[in-house]
């Protein structure tokens, strides 16, 4: 009887976790692949309205489906996360990105900072937390469909490690739209939009996973999602590129350890999770 039950919910779970990626890539794709072919790809105000398109997306598509299964606010993950789990949301971006940026200065891949360009000490310290805030915002547009909707469905239809991998592939190829034109790596676009990118986002998905272990909450993921995404763009704008393909060769390597270290850790918490279930 609880195998029929499992693999009925499997089953349902599943084809939740399918509907959920196919809207989002179709209507992300469709809208990004549009939006570049039609609009000036050099203009600020056009990649501003692009990403906030994506950006959004996800979090839109995964409120319609989860009122419509009639859920709530608690099943999209919205639940008071620990502090000790918020503290390494924060901690573990900050030291990866800085061995990440201190390997590229070392190897000769990128200049020093210049932090001036933020003006005062004063204003620096401003600038990196009210955009620290404000990013936070910003990325729960792909949270609440991301790690609130999907992450859940795709751990019962296929278990926890395989989850996690999927989610994190899903969401670097839904990055397609920017991407593909180098909105990182200028010179080595199909590298960033196939490789790199799906390396990044399944290394931040297991990490996330493994913060979020003991007590999950989306707010988890959204600071681990802002620290990233804010920290890195405040050093980006401090030094300038000198070897794009080194900087690309370091970032994929960093990534690739960031898999092989949190898909360890994951895995051991899962490990311990089922002994403790069996004794």
């Not at 999927?166 to 939009?193: C, R």
Request: glycine share 6%.
């Amino acid at each position: 009887m609880n195998a029929t039950i499992n693999n009925t919910e499997k089953k349902l779970n599943y084809n939740k976790a399918k509907k959920f990626i196919l809207l989002v890539l179709g209507i992300s794709w469709a809208i990004g692949f549009t939006m570049h072919a039609t609009l000036e790809t050099s203009n600020m105000v056009y990649k501003v309205i692009l990403e906030l398109s994506l950006a959004f997306m996800p979090a839109i598509i995964a409120l319609i489906l989860n009122k419509k299964e009639d859920g709530n606010w608690k099943s999209l993950r919205f639940v008071k996360p620990s502090l000790l789990s918020i503290i390494l949301a924060i901690f573990i971006p900050l030291l990866y990105i800085i061995v990440d940026f201190s390997l590229q200065i070392y190897l000769g891949a990128r200049t020093t900072p210049d932090w001036s360009v933020f003006g005062s000490t004063t204003k620096l310290f401003t600038t990196l937390i009210i955009g620290f805030l404000v990013m936070i915002l910003v990325v729960m547009g792909e949270e609440i469909g991301w790690r609130g909707y999907l992450q859940e469905k795709l751990f019962i239809a296929f278990g926890e490690i395989k989850g996690v991998l999927i989610l994190g592939f899903i969401w670097g190829i839904w990055h397609l739209p920017v991407t593909i034109k180098g909105y990182v790596f200028q010179s080595y676009p199909y590298i960033e939009a196939f490789v790199t990118y799906p390396l990044a986002c399944i290394a931040f998905s297991l990490i996330i996973a493994y913060i979020g272990f003991n007590r999950y909450s989306i707010l988890v993921a959204a600071v681990f999602h802002a620290a990233n995404n804010h920290f890195k763009a405040s050093i980006l704008a401090t030094t300038e590129v000198l070897d794009e393909f080194n900087y690309l060769l370091i970032s994929n390597l960093i990534c690739v350890d960031l898999i092989l270290i949190f898909g360890f850790l994951y895995w051991k918490k899962l490990k311990s999770k089922r002994i403790n279930q069996n004794i």
